[in-house]
């Protein structure tokens, strides 16, 4: 103790200084990104703030795709997963369409229509030449896509395509589509929005 | 500023320092006593099977709460008065203040270690005192304050040093989740359910992490310059440090694997890896104060500073480890988890306290340590005793969990960590010795002054003819 303290080079009553170097750009530049990360990280695990979220499940809408579905939320559960599957990748996650691809779902007023019959006709034969959607033409071709699936199904994505993103129309039995498989018959040829108007709705 | 004046602030300290020093040297004594008895029970579990008081589930709080409560935050309050009326060059304000806590504050300890050890313990971790003795602590700690912030109020140097910001910081950083902490959960109507162990994790990690380490940091960055002969490197550093610290280090402690929903474990990871901000800033202090210092510690303070400062990144690295959500999976719920706890508390914040205790002391007393060869000693049972429990708890905690919780693994690591605890103890013991020795030389130094004054001839100008 003694003889550490005569080896001080400076007296030791003086009392200590800083100097007034700044902090390097890297540090801060280290905080922003390891913030960024763990924003990131948060946005992954956190469930962002929601008292029902526990570990290892990380966010309401997970929480809620687990649940065991009955009556029409079932049907609308099974035709969601049918409907990412074989519809959305043209129609979109979102059913607003894309460009030059496929025209929009999410308000159609071939959607919206009161009926049934038109809209059921569409994924069963398909669609060839123009058709008019939220009053802007579409010329494009749309293969028999609902053909191969069985009836409940099909009437299960349909039901889901009419009550999702603010369409807010009622179910699709699969009577209606048993009655529009019957209607095509055996020989399905593809129809423009003008052949289809000509239909019942 | 003259060595006279310095003198007389130093002596200023020295009855309010003592009170504190004293009372947390018997009890670093009694903690480690009983976290020796507590680990005895790793090699024989029934040696304490008709004796209540020493079983485990008692010994151990016991002497965790020995150890943080009645050394470690009374002893830092007397280092921070001291470097206070320091660094603001006056004498100590209201000097009989901090005596009076002093008492009370190692009463309630008393009161709060005797009610752990016959089974009145509250049950929260670091909250074990009951009500009574907690509220002497609250008002302890505010007296201290007082003193303390009335001193730094009289300050004559303006502007302030960085270790200023840090101890403030604790100042209030106690006061306020001490009582949150009580108020919330040991009151007459605790809050219910799940809350109680998030504001018990809350409460452990802010006094465990955040107030050593503003205690400990503002200790050391007072002096490893002022023995390192060198200026702190630099303010605008240590600012950077004290900001990013208290934002990201009080978010922490909910464990990955909590039982709460899962936005609060998230949050903690988050702001536990942001701790390596606070952490790479206060290392490049540390090695541009320390290093280019011509100075060779020897086993004196200086090395206590630095290897507290080695500790301390070292546990803040363990702490970001232990909430990194792959490594946790294997570390959660094992000894991992005291290992970095005893780490921060012996390691970290004792080692630095004992050596600012060994620079200040000869001072406020103005005579030598009675055995400056113990200081070395001590240096050396602590080294040997935190690397011995932390290191062999450490490992068994990664054993224990890498090997599904299999005690046959994890057993030889904790009868190691005995071996750690009873250099510990030694050292605590040279470190007792010195200052007990120390008080009883002042002591007697001022009888004999009082009967030399007393006895004294009278002088021929005073005799009336």
Redesign the interface.
């Known amino acids: 103790?003694?003889?550490?303290?005569k080896?001080?080079?400076?007296p030791?009553?003086?009392?200590?200084?800083?100097?007034?170097?700044?902090?390097p750009m890297w540090?801060f530049s280290?905080?922003l990104v390891?913030?960024f990360?763990?924003?990131v990280?948060?946005d992954h695990?956190?469930?962002?703030?929601?008292?029902?979220?526990?570990?290892p499940?990380?966010s309401a809408d997970q929480l809620d795709s687990y649940q065991p579905k009955s009556g029409a939320a079932a049907a609308i559960a099974r035709g969601r997963k049918i409907y990412e599957s074989n519809c959305g990748t043209c129609h979109g996650a979102d059913g607003l369409g894309k460009p030059n691809q496929a025209p929009p779902l999410a308000g159609s007023e071939w959607v919206k229509a009161k009926g049934v019959q038109r809209l059921t006709h569409i994924p069963l034969m398909g669609i060839a030449g123009s058709i008019t959607v939220e009053s802007q033409t579409w010329n494009l071709q749309m293969a028999a896509m609902g053909a191969a699936l069985p009836d409940a199904d099909l009437a299960a994505v349909l039901t889901y395509i009419r009550s999702s993103w603010g369409n807010g129309m009622g179910e699709v039995t699969a009577d209606d589509v048993k009655a529009a498989r019957a209607a095509i018959g055996a020989n399905p040829h593809p129809m423009s929005g003008d052949e289809m108007m000509k239909m019942p709705e | 500023?003259n060595?006279l004046s310095?003198q007389k602030i130093d002596a200023s300290c020295r009855v309010p320092l003592l009170a504190l020093f004293g009372g947390a040297a018997l009890w670093l004594v009694v903690g480690l006593l009983l976290a020796v008895i507590a680990s005895l029970t790793f090699h024989k579990p029934d040696m304490f099977a008709d004796c209540p008081v020493l079983s485990y589930g008692h010994a151990q709080p016991a002497a965790n709460d020995a150890i943080l409560y009645g050394f470690c935050i009374p002893a830092a309050l007397g280092v921070m008065l001291w470097i206070f009326a320091?660094?603001s060059?006056t004498e100590l304000v209201l000097p009989l203040v901090p005596i009076v806590a002093a008492n009370i504050w190692h009463l309630g300890v008393f009161i709060g270690i005797v009610a752990i050890l016959i089974g009145d313990s509250t049950g929260f971790a670091w909250l074990e005192f009951p009500r009574g003795s907690s509220v002497l602590l609250f008002a302890a700690f505010l007296l201290v304050a007082i003193s303390a912030v009335a001193t730094f109020g009289q300050r004559k140097?303006r502007e302030l040093?960085?270790?200023h910001w840090f101890l403030l910081a604790a100042l209030l950083w106690f006061p306020w989740i001490y009582a949150t902490a009580n108020l919330l959960i040991v009151s007459g109507h605790p809050v219910r359910g799940v809350t109680q162990a998030v504001i018990g994790w809350w409460f452990a990690n802010n006094l465990i992490f955040v107030w050593l380490s503003l205690v400990g940091l503002g200790t050391a960055?007072?002096?490893?310059?002022?023995?390192a002969?060198r200026?702190?490197?630099?303010?605008?550093?240590?600012l950077?440090a004290f900001w990013?610290l208290i934002l990201f280090g009080t978010w922490c402690g909910i464990p990955?694997?909590a039982?709460?929903?899962?936005?609060l474990?998230?949050?903690s990871?988050?702001?536990s890896?942001?701790l390596?901000?606070p952490l790479?800033?206060i290392a490049v202090i540390v090695v541009k104060t320390v290093c280019g210092a011509?100075?060779?510690?020897?086993?004196?303070?200086?090395c206590y500073i630095k290897f507290g400062s080695a500790a301390f990144l070292l546990s803040g690295l363990m702490l970001i480890a232990s909430a990194c959500?792959h490594f946790s999976r294997i570390v959660q719920f094992t000894w991992f988890g005291p290992a970095q706890e005893q780490l921060q508390i012996l390691g970290f914040f004792a080692i630095i306290i004992c050596g600012a205790v060994?620079e200040l002391l000869?001072r406020i007393m103005d005579f030598?340590?009675p055995f400056?060869k113990f200081?070395r000693f001590q240096h050396w049972c602590f080294m040997l005793g935190i690397v011995l429990l932390a290191g062999s708890l450490a490992i068994g905690g990664i054993e224990q969990g890498l090997k599904n919780y299999d005690l046959a693994t994890t057993l030889p690591f904790l009868r190691a960590s005995t071996t750690g605890l009873l250099f510990l103890l030694l050292g605590s013991l040279l470190f007792a010795a010195n200052i007990f020795v120390m008080t009883l030389k002042w002591k007697l130094a001022l009888i004999k002054s009082v009967i030399a004054a007393v006895t004294a001839p009278l002088e021929v100008s005073e005799v009336k003819p």
């Not at chain 2, 039982?259 to 936005?263: C, E, G, I, M, S």
């Open positions: 103790m003694s003889d550490e303290t080896s001080c080079p400076t030791s009553n003086a009392e200590p200084t800083a100097t007034r170097s700044t902090v540090v280290l905080t390891l913030l990360l763990g924003f990280y948060f695990h956190g469930g962002w703030f929601d008292e029902r979220v526990y570990g499940y990380a | 500023m060595d310095q320091r660094l060059q140097e040093y960085p270790s960055f007072y002096f490893l310059p002022k023995l002969g200026p702190l490197q630099s303010s605008y550093f240590a950077f990013t990955q694997g039982p709460v929903p899962a936005w474990p998230a949050l990871t988050v702001a890896s942001l390596i901000v790479i800033a011509d100075v060779h510690c020897k086993g004196g303070p200086f959500p060994y000869p030598e340590l400056p200081v």
